[in-house]
């Protein structure tokens, strides 16, 4: 009976301590409210099929300088990694993608994070799990860069593979699992 009531008591604890994490997290990008619901029609972004040309984007970096896709990637190929601070499955990738970074630094894909998340909110994350491949800056919404490179679920993580002319060659929506990236990435 008191190992019962010791067992009761250490998930009623841990059921607290979970709460109050989750009501003590950082609120997420507040949403305006509509008075009218709107009329205007919403542009969806067209899906990028393998092939297709990447569309011209210009993304900040963590210092604030303009990077501009798919120029400035051009040569080699590029991985484009879209992830939150908050996305559980981007974090556990993160590792993996930073390793496939390091062997493909000189040659081979390149990989940029593309973060849908506040610079202070990245920045943060970065200070305990540090990655050394560019990261850039995005606001989510309806017409975001993740959007645009052909995520029309909205979900994360979400990876871009771009030829080295800047075309799309695969996308894939979901975590990679250990040792996967590296196949990924080759096979066309």
Known sequence: MRGALWW??????????????????????AIPAMSEPS??????APALAPGAPVPAFT????????????DRFLGRPL???????WCAPCIEEMPELAR????????????VGLALDTHEAVL??????????????ETPGPADASVRLGNSQGLLPYSVLIDAEGRVV???????????????????
């Open 124 to 137: 943060d994350f970065l200070g305990n799990v540090p990655v050394y491949y560019p990261i850039v800056l």
């Open 39 to 44: 009329t205007a029609p919403v542009a969806a």
């Open 79 to 85: 991985l484009i990694n879209v992830w939150a601070s």
């Open 100 to 111: 496939f970074a390091a062997r493909h630094a000189d040659s081979g894909p390149q990989v």
């Open 59 to 70: 993304l900040p970096d963590l210092d604030g300088m303009p990077v501009q896709f798919p």
């Open 170 to 188: 695969k996308q894939k929506l979901g975590p990679f699992k250990a040792g996967e990236i590296e196949e990924w990435a080759a096979t066309p």
């Open 8 to 29: 009761v008591a250490g998930i009623a604890a841990a059921a607290g301590l979970a709460a109050g994490a989750w009501l003590g997290r950082p609120a997420g990008p």
